[in-house]
């Protein structure tokens, strides 16, 4: 979900915030081949960490669409919220590259926790999914002129 700002400035909204399918497919082989949990799925880009996602503002401020808006996105199926995706994916789209993402949960607004495990795992997940691209790219390229 585009709700980061930035990539209206390139874009007409409905323009979708995409991973490739083939970053996708990598990360999920890195994902199988690490034996790592993971989940494929719809994240909210938002502009902010604190309003943006539902969190209360500076002085406890609040606008009441905050009230609800975790549960309305949940129950349209939106995993995550972060804050970088949306425009690296629109740009991407745009101009004709891969892009993908990989997330870490850090704070876990269903148990209101907060913990920094698993953030190297996403690290060794992307690398890893770099790798399995390259060695893709490296048959299609063979493939093309016949080797």
Known sequence: MRQDGTSD??????YPAIAH???VLALIQACEKLGKKYHVGISCTTASFYCGQARPGLNNYRQSMFA???QDLQNAG?????MEAATILTLAGIYGLRAGAVFTVVADRNNNTFALSGVEDSIIIANEAVKILASWDSRKGAEKYGL
């Open 21 to 23: 399918h083939e970053v």
């Open 9 to 14: 400035d390139y874009i007409d909204p409905s």
């Open 78 to 82: 939106v995993l995550n919220f972060e």
């Open 68 to 70: 609800n808006k975790i």
